[in-house]
Structures are given as C-alpha cells and as structure tokens.
C-alpha cells in the first residue's frame, strides 16, 4: 500500500503561484510514477502532470505546460507541484496519485485550490 498526503491548496489570486506537496509512505516507489490530477466543479477528473520516479522524466498536460512544474524528492519521498500565473479555470481539488504499475491505484485526498479573479 502506499499512503499519499497532499498539502499546500489555498486561496490565491489570478496571476499568482502556489505550490503543492505530495507526501508519499508505504512501498517502494522505485519502479513507480506520481502524478497530479484536478478536477473542478461539475467536471471530470484530468491529468495535470505526472513524474518518473526513478529518473524524474516529467510529462504535463499540453495546456498547463509552461505554467506548472512538477518534481520528486527521492530522499523527502515528496513530489511537489509548482503552479505559476495562476487563473480562475485552474479552480480545482487537486489530487496526488501513484501508479506502481501501469495505472493510478493510489490517490491522496486533496487539496482545495481556488483561484480568485
């Protein structure tokens, strides 16, 4: 089993940044990816970026390129999501999730962030 704590949501607004931490415990994540996903009122679930844990290869959604980051701290076992120039359309749960293998089986149980115009 793997635990994962997100922390780091708030309120922010439009042109800010905030940084999210993901705290992973239980197994090994040495042959895993973490990943970040949102999901906003009335919509599904998305992908935001997600990070090789063992090299730290990062890939994001197209749209959010350039604006967030993602990164791992192998001996901290914490991924972190940074989140530039904020805007109201990034208003979401952010989750944190773990793929040992080829899917997201884990997931944390969110952070609120809400971006205010």
């Known amino acids: 089993q793997v635990q994962l704590v997100e922390s780091g949501g708030g309120l922010v607004q439009a042109g800010g940044s905030l940084r999210l931490s993901c705290a992973a415990s239980?197994?090994?994540?040495?042959?895993?990816?973490m990943g970040w996903f949102r999901q906003a009122p009335g919509k599904e679930r998305e992908f935001v970026a997600q990070?090789?844990?063992?090299?730290?290869?990062?890939t994001y959604a197209g749209s959010l390129e350039g604006r967030f980051t993602i990164a791992r701290d192998n001996a901290k076992n914490t991924v972190d999501l940074q989140m530039n120039s904020l805007n109201p359309e990034d208003t979401a749960v952010y989750y944190c999730?773990?793929?040992?293998?080829?899917?997201?089986?884990?997931w944390g149980q969110g952070t609120q962030v809400t971006v205010s115009s």
């Open positions: 239980g197994r090994t994540l040495s042959s895993s990816r």
């Open positions: 999730a773990a793929a040992l293998g080829g899917s997201y089986e884990h």
């Open positions: 990070i090789r844990w063992s090299d730290g290869a990062a």
